[in-house]
């Protein structure tokens, strides 16, 4: 990433970083590096209600700072990082501004620089990030604009696209940041029958980890740059499950809206726990190596599997039962189950479904 970090948890850019006491807060808790919420040249307004809350989903509306650049010199004037570093999220709509923020958040003393560039909230900048020149004239403005390293965060879409990861590859960025949130909408209150956000908006949580997994494994095995995961980590397995699969970093966001500063500083604890037990005390030695257990699926050859019962179960839950499509489930008189290995698809739901891990798949 172009910065050493102390350690790889980073705090994603966002309100929780929205101004010099809050960032002091995350730096207090442990954090190896505080990114900003996105600082642009002009303050902008919070709407109100901006943070939803849904079926354990997080949805926000809030887009940029509601600081402008001159207050952003008052607030990090005084913020004492030790030894953390200060990343500050930028985000202009034209490469003069863009090259001038840069500038000044060098002077300010940034240690980098994020260039927030697919934000899933409004439209106006829409035109930019889904047009790879104009994306790499933007970016190129920042590169050029400073001495300290650069790195651009990518929202899922623009982390699968190889004419995106390309423009900014060839703009001279080395590490990126994936996954800005997703577009959501919180749902549709059905009596009122309106949506229950006023406008589209960022959806964030434990729910997008899957994708941001996934995209980490997509920009390690297709690109050359440094990741800074982000998306969905809510506990020290997670930032484990995303340096297996090749980050340099990670960052943590709604974790800090759903348990407070707090969780910084346990996910630290429990990380450093977790490898200490295991002796390990570089996290090169870990950074990658789940990787080789990923292949593209054209690689996979099919292999004849069959589930079958561990023991007996006389549950009474059925779930194996009522989700085989296959129809390989019976329940036999004495109320257990019975798999037929002559019809069952090797499909593996009814092994994932199981809640006493009663049912396992051999191979035939
Ligand atoms: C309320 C809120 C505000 C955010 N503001 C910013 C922002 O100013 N700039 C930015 O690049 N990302 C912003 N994000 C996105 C987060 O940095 C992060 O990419 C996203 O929340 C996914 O991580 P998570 O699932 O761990 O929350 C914001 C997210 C939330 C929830
Ligand atoms: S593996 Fe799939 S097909 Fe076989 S019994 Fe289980 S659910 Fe049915
Ligand atoms: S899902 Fe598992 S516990 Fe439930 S009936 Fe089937 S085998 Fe038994």
């Known amino acids: 990433m172009g910065v050493q970090l102390k350690n790889p948890l980073v705090v994603a850019a966002g309100p929780w970083a929205r101004d010099g006491a809050s960032i002091q807060r995350c730096f207090d808790a442990g954090a190896g590096a505080v990114i900003t919420e996105t600082v642009t040249l002009e303050a902008h307004n919070n709407i109100c209600p901006r943070l939803y809350f849904r079926d354990g989903g ?31 999220s ?21 240690d980098a620089i994020e260039v927030s560039i697919s934000a899933p909230i409004g439209t106006r900048n829409q035109a930019i990030h889904n047009h790879s020149p104009h994306t790499h004239d933007f970016i190129q403005a920042v590169v050029d604009a400073v001495d300290i390293p650069v790195m651009v965060k990518l929202s899922y879409e623009a982390a699968i696209s190889p004419d995106f990861t390309r423009s900014i590859a060839d703009a001279g960025v080395t590490a990126v940041s994936a996954i800005d949130a997703l577009k959501g909408l919180a749902g549709v209150g059905i009596t009122g029958r309106k949506a229950r956000m006023p406008t589209y908006g960022g959806y964030t949580g434990p729910q997008i980890r899957p994708v941001a997994l996934a995209t980490t494994a997509t920009l390690k095995q297709h690109t050359s740059f440094q990741i800074c995961s982000v998306g969905g980590i809510a506990g020290y397995e997670h930032v484990l499950e995303f340096l297996m699969l090749g980050a340099q970093a990670v960052q943590l966001a709604s974790v800090i809206l759903l348990q407070g500063y707090g969780a910084i500083t346990d996910i630290l604890r429990d990380l450093e726990a977790w ?65 037929d290995p002559e019809v069952c698809t090797g499909c593996g739901w009814c092994v994932a479904r199981c809640p006493g891990t009663k049912i396992e798949l051999r191979w035939e």
């Not at 509601?66 to 200060?86: A, M, T």
Request: hydrophobic letters at 35%; glycine letters at 10%; charged letters at 25%.
């Open 275 to 339: 490898l200490a037990a295991r002796g390990i005390d570089d996290y090169a030695g870990i950074r990658g190596c789940a990787l080789e257990s990923l292949s593209p699926f054209e690689d996979i050859s099919p292999a004849p599997l069959a589930a079958h019962m561990t023991g007996d179960c006389c549950e009474p839950c059925q779930i194996c039962r009522q989700g085989c499509i296959y129809h390989a489930i019976s329940r036999i008189e004495e109320g257990s189950i019975r798999i």
């Open 58 to 88: 997080t949805f926000n509306t809030k887009l940029y700072s509601h600081l402008h650049l001159e207050q952003w010199e008052d607030e990090v004037e005084g913020v004492r990082k030790g030894e953390g570093k200060l990343i500050f």
């Open 90 to 110: 930028i985000w202009g709509s034209s490469v003069s501004e863009l090259s001038y923020l840069a500038q000044k958040v060098e002077c300010l003393g940034a």
